[in-house]
């Protein structure tokens, strides 16, 4: 049974930084595309970044030069460090796995806060 288990949200203030993380567990993490996504209220769910077994990465436009996306694949884990965060990227954050197109799991989300 694949398990992903996301940590790290909260409440921060404007400018500020938070780190997500995924744990892994059921499948082979080291084959899996890994993706962070979010959804604000009132809004589809969008792709935030995401990173292929090999190291390749891709961010959205509206992330570049503030979040990084980063795998362990020791520790079946992929992180995202959220720096220069605004209130417009309050949303919950879902880490999803992928080991094809239909095999993807999503973790069960956790909830960024970004307000003064």
């Known amino acids: 049974q694949v398990q992903l288990v996301e940590s790290g949200g909260g409440l921060v203030q404007p400018g500020g930084s938070l780190r997500l993380s995924c744990a892994v567990s059921?499948?082979?993490?080291?084959?899996?595309?890994m993706g962070w996504y979010r959804q604000a209220p009132g809004k589809q769910r969008e792709l935030v970044a995401d990173?292929?077994?090999?190291?390749?990465?891709n961010s959205a436009d509206f992330v570049k030069g503030r979040f990084t996306i980063s795998r362990d694949n020791a520790k079946n884990t992929v992180s995202l460090q959220m720096n220069s965060l605004k209130p417009e990227d309050t949303a919950v954050y879902y880490c999803?796995?992928?080991?094809?197109?239909?095999?993807?799991?999503w973790g069960q989300g956790t909830q960024v806060t970004v307000s003064s």
């Open positions: 999803n796995a992928a080991w094809s197109v239909v095999r993807a799991y």
């Open positions: 059921g499948r082979d993490f080291r084959i899996a595309t």
């Open positions: 990173i292929t077994p090999g190291g390749r990465t």
